[in-house]
């Protein structure tokens, strides 16, 4: 099997006088998922948004099995995110919007698609405008779109929080799955009982860096 590895090597990332991250030197390797916590503003969301290329770090690389993330790759890289708010067209329905991302790649077809509206209870959405869906909805069509294609790193950023209980078991299992299957799992949330639940390994973003903390916060 293809080794699944994703490298921080001295990453920084800063805004002006405003230092987030120096000299970040981590490894997160397939099979294991990854909690990152720490208080608002620390950084969590920016340094997803760094590794799928929405942002450029201040200096070093982030590297995804042996290839160097940047914006001109990573739409061929095995990527899949869900950050902050779900970015989705308003204009288009459920099943717009997830056909809409699966034709730049075309690995996978609308059955394909169906099977995921269908595990997360969406089919009388599905032909629905994003814009006229509960934050619920919105939320399980981002997460979808963040593993649908068999994306082998997956990154969560906060999604549970406009979802009922039945909808987060229905995402825990299909994280253990995924840990099955050796994808690396980033997972960002302020939930203690999720983190503790749910990752291998936790980092706390602190003094500039990721720190190994203790899993029960």
Known sequence: MISNKLELKNFCKSFKDNILFQNVNVEFTGGNVYGIVGPNGCGKSVLLKCICALLNPTQGEI????????????????????????????????????????????????????????????????????????????QKTAIIQAIMEDQNLILLDEVTNSLDQKSKEKLFNLIETLKENKKIVIYVNHSKDEINRLCDVVYKIEDEGLHLCEKFL
Do not use: H, R
């Open 63 to 138: 590297i995804y099995n042996n290839e160097i993330i940047t914006m001109n790759n990573i739409v061929k890289m095995n990527i899949g995110a869900s950050i902050e708010k779900p970015t989705l067209i308003d204009d288009l329905t459920v099943m717009q919007n997830l056909l809409f991302l699966a034709s730049f790649k075309k690995t996978i077809d609308k059955k394909e698609i169906n099977y995921w509206i269908e595990y997360f209870d969406l089919l009388k959405y599905k032909n629905k405008k994003i814009k006229e869906c509960s934050l619920g909805t919105k």
